[in-house]
């Protein structure tokens, strides 16, 4: 009987799964890793498709952006935008994983001043060649290089160029340690800049603290807490709300590439997969990636290049507003 009842719970949980759009912007804790987090906001929202844009450690807590329904189709917009980090270093000692996690592997009584520390951020801003942590997803002829390392092989990983737009010293609380913020581009490990520091400063260092603030355009005002979402669900659940509060439109990771309004013909055709070519004084300037409208609805993302809309991912939101939406199922 209990068999039977386990079978028939999750066959009710797979008919109540939902068409949801839209974007949520978790504030992960601490000690949640970015795979349980989708787990747990597709759960809440019975959503057939969820994935996150951008993993987050479990040491790590702050922005988690996480895609359902056909957001997921904007998810490489996101994950090549920039992002923000607030983070501190430990001085003092460097682990093998580069942050609290590891087994300490060297030790130095040296400890930077915050002189020596904004004296030292230009290396380290603009383009600079960096190696990831031998802890991290990074693949080794198939392998993860965290995997090769808990075995205990020895990795080793080649530098390669990565963007930091800003660095900055927040604070430096005591001898021990320094409070940096840094906006970087896509593949930046700030584990390993705090690593590099500590080398370049003779004390060694590590990151104890780390709190992601920003991905692309989803900011600290666009997060919200694990709590807040499951009072929100329990809400909805007596009738008191709608869990649709919480979500962001799809669009809202275009942000950053230009919106272009066509008609419903035009629509039609593209909705298709077919090329249209725009005419007349009205036919757009420029060339590039665009995302595409009709009567406000988000229609494709395409590429523009003189008057030619190709697209490339046409999106599957027929009946409803544009907007973030829950579509029962």
């Known amino acids: 009987m209990q068999g039977e009842r386990s079978r028939h ?45 951008g993993t987050l450690d479990p040491l790590a807590s702050g922005a988690l952006p996480i895609a359902m329904g056909e957001a997921t189709k904007t998810v490489p917009f996101v994950m090549d935008g920039r992002k923000r980090y607030v983070f501190t270093v430990c001085w003092g000692e460097e682990r093998d994983t580069d942050d609290a996690e590891g087994r300490v592997a060297a030790t130095s009584a040296q400890r930077p001043t915050p002189e020596a520390i904004r004296a030292l951020l230009p290396a380290y801003t603009g383009t600079i060649q960096q190696v990831p942590p031998r802890y991290s997803a990074i693949k080794i002829e198939g392998e993860r290089a965290y995997d090769l390392a808990r075995d205990g092989e020895t990795v080793e990983l080649a530098a390669r160029p990565v963007e930091i737009a800003r660095l900055e010293l927040v604070d430096a609380p005591d001898a021990d340690h320094a409070v940096l913020e840094a906006e970087c581009g896509k593949g930046t490990y ?93 036919a757009p300037n420029f060339s590039g990636s665009v995302y595409v409208t009709v009567a406000g609805q988000l229609l494709a993302l395409a590429d523009l290049d003189h008057g030619e809309i190709v697209p490339k991912r046409v999106f599957n939101l027929a009946g409803l507003t544009g907007r973030a939406a829950v579509k029962k199922g």
């Not at 666009?222 to 979402?229: E, P």
Request: hydrophobic fraction near 45%; glycine fraction near 8%; aromatic fraction near 4%.
């Open 9 to 53: 719970h999750k066959k009710q949980f797979k008919r109540n799964k939902r068409d949801v759009h839209g974007w949520v912007v978790l504030d992960k804790p601490v000690g949640m890793t970015s795979t349980h987090a989708v787990s747990v906001i597709k759960r809440l929202f019975s959503a057939r498709r969820c994935g996150h844009a």
């Open 190 to 282: 700030v584990r390993s800049l705090a690593r590099d520091m500590g080398r370049a400063l003779g004390c060694y260092g590590y990151v104890s603290a780390l709190r992601r603030t920003a991905v692309g355009s989803f900011g600290e005002e666009a997060m919200i807490s694990l709590d807040k979402l499951e009072a929100l669900c329990h809400r909805a659940a007596a009738g008191e709300g709608s869990l649709a509060d919480a979500l962001m439109p799809v669009e809202t990771a275009l942000d950053d590439i230009p919106a272009l309004a066509v008609s419903r013909a035009d629509a039609a055709r593209l909705s298709r997969g077919q090329a249209v070519l725009l005419r007349g004084r009205d």
